[in-house]
């Protein structure tokens, strides 16, 4: 058995419905893009801030630059949903939505923070459909980080007990790709075994 009461079943079955979330969302950014994306597997892990830490200093390059918006949502689940591009990305995909040659700062923001939209919308949304709740999403903000640390150290006191949701978006055509980290609250990890419960006992009834 895992911490915090999450045991292997209550870990496949989130795995299971987050496959299913990022798929939606890799569908819908395929649209917007108009060509085939891949989503790699979600990576799942119940961890504290330490763990936190060290896992994204494994994810990222830290002498890249970073567009890094992130998203609060609430509801019986809340967390915050975290969309990393490295510069290079970021640049395509300006470069490739408002079909130019040379986007500005401004036209690269707009497009990531419209890509980050989409991806936390139908992400979430289908998560929490098909765990019979819902959510309301908070402003998202963006910010050009310099590599490590992509959660300055205040940010990090909102978290003790964290399930990181985790997996890379890449549109290999475009040379757009991305990193999509989903952060829990406290609350968050003990609503979620509950709901969870409750799609268990849905799926053997």
């Known amino acids: 058995m895992t911490t915090d009461a999450f045991t292997d079943d209550h870990l496949d079955v989130l795995r299971e419905l987050m496959n299913i979330a990022m798929g939606n969302a890799t569908a819908s950014i395929a649209d917007l893009l108009q060509t085939f994306g891949t989503m790699h597997i979600p990576h799942l892990q119940i961890s504290d801030v330490d763990g936190l830490k060290?896992?994204?200093?494994m994810t990222i390059q830290p002498e890249?630059?970073?567009?890094?918006?992130k998203q609060?949502?609430?509801?019986?689940i809340g967390g915050e949903f975290i969309f990393v591009m490295n510069?290079?990305?970021?640049?395509?995909?300006?470069?490739?939505?408002?079909?130019?040659?040379k986007a500005t700062d401004a036209d690269i923001m707009d497009a990531?923070?419209?890509?980050?939209n989409i991806l936390s919308a139908t992400t979430i949304g289908r998560l929490t459909e098909?765990?019979?709740?819902?959510?309301?999403?908070f402003a998202p903000t963006t910010e050009i980080v310099s590599g490590d640390p992509l959660i300055a150290e205040e940010e990090t006191l909102n978290y003790h007990k964290i399930i990181i949701i985790s997996t890379v978006l890449?549109?290999?055509?475009?040379?757009?790709?991305?990193q999509i980290f989903i952060l829990s609250r406290?609350?968050?990890?003990?609503?979620?075994?509950?709901?969870?419960?409750?799609?268990?006992?849905?799926?053997?009834?």
């Not at 060290?54 to 200093?57: D, E, F, L, P, T």
């Not at 890249?64 to 918006?69: I, K, L, P, S």
């Not at 098909?130 to 999403?137: A, D, M, P």
């Not at 890449?170 to 991305?178: L, N, T």
């Open 130 to 137: 098909e765990l019979n709740t819902k959510v309301q999403f």
């Open 54 to 57: 060290n896992y994204i200093k």
């Open 170 to 178: 890449e549109f290999q055509k475009y040379k757009i790709s991305g």
């Open 72 to 76: 609060l949502f609430g509801g019986k």
């Open 186 to 205: 406290d609350n968050m990890i003990t609503s979620l075994r509950e709901l969870i419960d409750l799609k268990l006992e849905e799926m053997y009834s």
């Open 112 to 116: 990531v923070i419209e890509l980050t």
């Open 87 to 101: 510069s290079e990305s970021a640049t395509n995909l300006g470069n490739y939505l408002y079909d130019i040659s």
């Open 64 to 69: 890249d630059e970073y567009y890094v918006t």
